[in-house]
Each structure stands twice: as structure tokens, then as C-alpha cells.
Antibody, heavy 118, light 112 residues
Framework: QVQLQESGPGLVKPSETLSLTCTVS????????WSWIRQPPEKGLEWIGY???????NYNPSLKSQVTISIDTSKSQFSLKLSSVTAADTAVYYC????????????WGQGAVVTVSS | QSALTQPRSVSGSPGQSVTISCTGS?????????VSWYQQYPGKAPKLMIY???KRPSGVPDRFSGSKSGDTASLTISGLQAEDEADYYC????????????FGPGTKVTLL
């Protein structure tokens, strides 16, 4: 069973860059798409973007100017960078497998709580 | 504001059936067969329950079923059980030139 685990700082200052890494285990990172999804407190889910194992990316247009997703297949990891954060970026950030055809999210990490505050 | 619309809550007695609707547009639900549904317990990650409108992943009880008509998708839970009390989110692929995936705001299922 594929397992995903997010890691990174839980507190980020306003205007700085949020950085998270997702480590994939018990499965191959190849031939799949991998997404980041976030959930602000007491709110719904928002897709941030995905990366294919070959490095191709696709981002939510509303976040495109802030987001960079990268992948390191040798480490079975993919990463999220969100620049110029504000309090509105406070959320639980999930990494998720998006399938070989990216139409659903079948495996999720447990989530990383990130708070933007000075 | 979500691109998809769901009722805030639905409720039912144990053993009954409940249906959650998810309404979008021709740019998302109406245009693709890529609707998925997720169950989320408080403080936990979402879990895939239905994909591609009506397919169930291995391990998901057949009490859960999905359908779509026009711009509206639905999740039906038959024979409601205590462990079904959770939040449910719909999601749709939204094409190559807009939001790629849009989620609904979530529906709380409560047992009476």
C-alpha cells in the first residue's frame, strides 16, 4: 500500500516562502501524477497543483504565480514551494497521488499543518 | 467560494439511505466523466470513496454509489451506519484551460 508523508516547517512568517516535501514509500513514484491539496481551517479542499514523474507540472491558475512543485525520483520525493505567503495561506497541506491518468486522488498523506504568522 | 455546490448537511436514521448532490456546470461535472467523492473524518485526511462518477476503489463498501446527470453528480449511501457520519466532498476535473480540479464545499452527514 502506497504511503505518503509530508514534512516541513509548521510556522512560516508572512511574505516568506512555505516549503514542504512529500516522501512516497511502499510504491513507485514513476508513471503517476502527484498533487498538493490544502484545506484552510474549517473550510473545504483546494487543489494547488500536480507534477508528473517526468517533471511536467500543472498549477491552479489562482495560485500559479506563487507555486513551484518539483520532484526528485531518486529520493521518491516531491516538493511544494509557495512564495509570498499571507495569513490566508494558513492551512493543512496534503500531498496525494493523482493516478496514472490524473482524474482522482487515491492515496493521501496525513497532512501538514502550516500556520502563517509573525 | 467553491465552483461546485453541495448541501451543507444531510441526515438520516441508521439503515436509511441518504443522497448528497453536487452541482457544477458544463465546464466541469457536465463536461467530463471525472467526478470523485471523498470522505473525511475530523482531523483526518480525505479518503477516496468514488471515482470516475460511479466506480468504487477496492475496500469501499458497496453501500456507497455514485451517479451523474447533466451538471449534477450524486453520492448515495444506502443502509446508513454510524461510521458513515463524516464530511463528504465532491470533486470534478475541470479541463485544460481553467481550474484543473474543483472541489465542493463539503456536506456533513449526520445520523439521527
Amino acid at each position: 500500500q502506497v504511503q505518503l508523508q509530508e514534512s516541513g516547517p509548521g510556522l512560516v512568517k508572512p511574505s516568506e516562502t512555505l516549503s514542504l516535501t512529500c516522501t512516497v514509500s511502499s510504491g513507485s513514484i514513476s508513471t503517476y501524477y502527484w498533487s498538493w491539496i490544502r484545506q484552510p481551517p474549517e473550510k473545504g479542499l483546494e487543489w494547488i497543483g500536480y507534477i508528473y514523474f517526468n517533471g511536467n507540472t500543472n498549477y491552479n491558475p489562482s495560485l500559479k504565480s506563487q507555486v513551484t512543485i518539483s520532484i526528485d525520483t531518486s529520493k521518491s520525493q516531491f516538493s511544494l514551494k509557495l512564495s509570498s505567503v499571507t495569513a490566508a495561506d494558513t492551512a493543512v497541506y496534503y500531498c496525494a497521488r493523482t493516478g496514472s491518468i490524473p482524474t482522482f486522488f487515491d492515496y493521501w498523506g496525513q497532512g501538514a499543518v502550516v500556520t502563517v504568522s509573525s | 467560494q467553491s465552483a461546485l455546490t453541495q448541501p451543507r448537511s444531510v441526515s438520516g436514521s441508521p439503515g436509511q439511505s441518504v443522497t448528497i448532490s453536487c452541482t457544477g456546470s458544463s465546464s466541469d461535472i457536465g463536461g467530463y466523466k471525472y467526478v470523485s467523492w471523498y470522505q473525511q473524518y475530523p482531523g483526518k485526511a480525505p479518503k477516496l470513496m468514488i471515482y470516475e462518477v460511479n466506480k468504487r476503489p477496492s475496500g469501499v463498501p458497496d453501500r456507497f454509489s455514485g451517479s451523474k446527470s447533466g451538471d449534477t453528480a450524486s453520492l448515495t449511501i444506502s443502509g446508513l451506519q454510524a461510521e458513515d457520519e463524516a464530511d463528504y466532498y465532491c470533486c470534478s476535473y475541470a479541463g485544460s484551460y481553467t481550474f484543473r480540479y474543483v472541489f465542493g464545499p463539503g456536506t456533513k452527514v449526520t445520523l439521527l
